[in-house]
């Protein structure tokens, strides 16, 4: 399907899924791009939420089968049908979403800026939504390299393009609240888990037999859901036509003076040149890699952590735990999964909005110095006992976590220009890839360590936090050090005027929003929030139900 256009030059065609053929028309409501955006990002944000397979999953071939394959090199756990999987090993498939993800923002974000967010949206659900429907296959076949394939690589490749397709999008259709835009685009990503993470739960309680755990039928029901919704985002894509701008907004006038935020652009061959695009890259890997590792192993971690405490029995450990009671602790392990994941995605729009009032530096500086206190003040709940205290450092922590992925964007328009902010920040995301092996890999491989060293599972977490902490104290140095580019960096008006011919002209003529952007939350703005705010509310409430044994 087709649309002929003239660009002034010639006619030419413009397939459905091309970027010609989502330019918005006049009366298009610019609120109509943050649902499209959620819908694709609670779809993928589901990564976090993978914690909650790993238990069921090192019980994939029941409780008689050998224990965990311990004496098993990795390579040879990966092809194994004889035993049951590590949790650490399950992991690596948590660590090849992000590095896939980081990796694959970086090499396809120019190209997404060219061929528009639609084409990225749909590639997007058939890589995830396919991804997973491989793993299942891998978890049925009991083979473990199908997993890691299928979830961690293709699924991997799916998370990097869903993930930057709206962030450069609605940076352009709000310029006036670029805080704001960045967190529309990517909170999202952080609520994923508070959906997923419970209807997970639920299905493999429905598909639970003797002969299954109920992962594979889980997945790919969940990938059959997310298919849907992913496409309905895909195609509810729009980019505003050049020279558009929100009605009575004047953009900022360029200042003399180096300040944090430019007016000017730079290329996107010069930004990885900069002192500092790598500056923020370190304060983005430090931040992610002292958060991601506490996502990734959250649901088991509350539980070896709290033992019997979780259903009313502190004189229980964790290994003392029947197979009813280990049941029971993990549906509330996995309403913290939820919650933690209900505190990133708040945090992803509270900190990012905050960020335009208090400035991106100074919203970096008070997650690191806040962070480090909360992170060394965590093994002290954990041995208080005092569950409350433990679940609400880590909902702060995860705000921050989440703020910090919404802030990064802003922090690049501001720094270099809004030009090329999409596919720098695509290059920045390999930060993440590189936190997605650090922070998985420090405290799953302590937690192993500990665990064969014989110190008890409420305590083989202690000495990970002091690690995490350190990192968030290099990040706050890091942060220190951005300054304003030089003018050496930025490109001339001439070679702008030249990229942005068409956009000059536009510029040129009368401002305004021309007849579209507006209209608000009116009745179809309303439906298509209403899409994706019923899920998110679904999920909010059945995690605080499921979290109220917690408090």
Not at 308 to 334: D, M, N, V
Not at 520 to 547: H, M, N, S
């Amino acid at each position: 399907m087709t649309v002929t256009t003239d660009n002034g030059s010639g006619v030419y065609s413009a397939g459905i899924l091309d970027r010609e053929r989502i330019v918005a028309q006049p009366g298009f409501n610019r609120w109509l791009v943050p649902p499209a955006a959620l819908a694709i990002h609670l779809c993928i944000g589901m990564a976090y939420g993978f914690s909650v397979f790993w238990l069921p999953l090192s019980n994939a071939l029941g409780a008689n089968t050998p224990e965990a394959c311990k004496t098993m090199s990795l390579a040879s756990a990966l092809f194994t049908t004889q035993c049951n999987w590590r949790v650490a090993d399950l992991g690596w498939i948590y660590t090849l979403f992000f590095v896939l993800l980081g990796s694959s923002a970086a090499i396809w974000g120019g190209w997404l800026e060219r061929a528009g967010p639609r084409k990225a949206g749909v590639v997007s659900a058939i890589c995830w939504c396919g991804g997973i429907a491989i793993a299942a296959f891998g978890v049925m076949m009991h083979q473990l390299w199908m997993m890691w394939i299928g979830a961690g690589v293709i699924g991997g490749v799916g998370l990097g393009l869903g993930y930057i397709s709206p962030v450069s999008t609605l940076i352009k259709w709000f310029p006036d609240r670029r805080g704001m835009a960045t967190g529309m685009a990517i909170m999202g990503f952080g609520g994923g888990a508070m959906i997923g993470a419970p209807l997970a739960d639920m299905l493999m309680k429905t598909f639970k037999g003797p002969d299954s755990v109920g992962v594979w039928q889980t997945f790919l029901i969940m990938a059959a859901i997310y298919f849907v919704f992913m496409m309905g985002g895909a195609f509810g894509y729009r980019i505003p036509p050049l020279g558009w701008r929100p009605e009575g907004w004047t953009p900022p006038v360029a200042s003399a003076k180096p300040t944090m935020i430019t007016a000017h652009h730079v290329h996107l061959r010069d930004a990885h040149k900069t002192a500092q695009f790598w500056l923020i890259w370190a304060v983005l890997c430090l931040n992610v890699s002292a958060g991601i590792g506490v996502i990734g192993m959250a649901s088991p971690m509350l539980q070896e952590i709290f033992g019997g405490r979780l259903i009313g029995h502190p004189e229980i450990s964790f290994t003392a735990l029947s197979p009813e009671q280990k049941t029971a602790i993990a549906a509330i392990a996995a309403g913290f999964a939820g919650l933690i994941s209900l505190f990133n995605i708040g945090g992803r729009f509270f900190w990012a909005s905050l960020s335009d009032k208090i400035g991106r530096k100074n919203t970096y500086y008070t997650f690191f110095i806040l962070g480090i206190v909360l992170y060394t003040l965590a093994p002290t709940a954990a041995h208080m006992g005092n569950q409350l205290l433990f679940v609400g450092i880590f909902c702060i922590i995860l705000s921050m976590y989440g703020g910090g992925f919404a802030t990064v964007p802003a922090y690049l328009a501001d720094i270099f220009g809004t030009q090329f902010v999409g596919a720098i920040h695509g290059r920045l995301l390999t930060a993440w890839a590189t936190a997605g092996i650090i922070g998985p890999v420090v405290v799953n491989y302590i937690r192993e360590f500990q665990i064969s060293a014989g110190i008890p599972r409420d305590q083989v977490y202690d000495f990970t936090m002091y690690i995490l902490a350190g990192m968030l104290a290099l990040g706050l140095v890091a942060n220190a050090l951005v300054r304003p580019l030089s003018e050496k960096w930025y490109m001339s008006q001439e070679e702008v005027a030249a990229m942005q011919a068409k956009t000059a002209a536009a510029n040129a003529g009368p401002t305004g929003s021309f007849g579209i952007g507006k209209g608000g939350l009116d009745g179809k703005a309303l439906a298509a929030w209403a899409v994706v705010g019923i899920p998110i509310v679904w999920g909010v409430w059945i995690t605080l139900q499921k979290t109220a044994a917690l408090f």
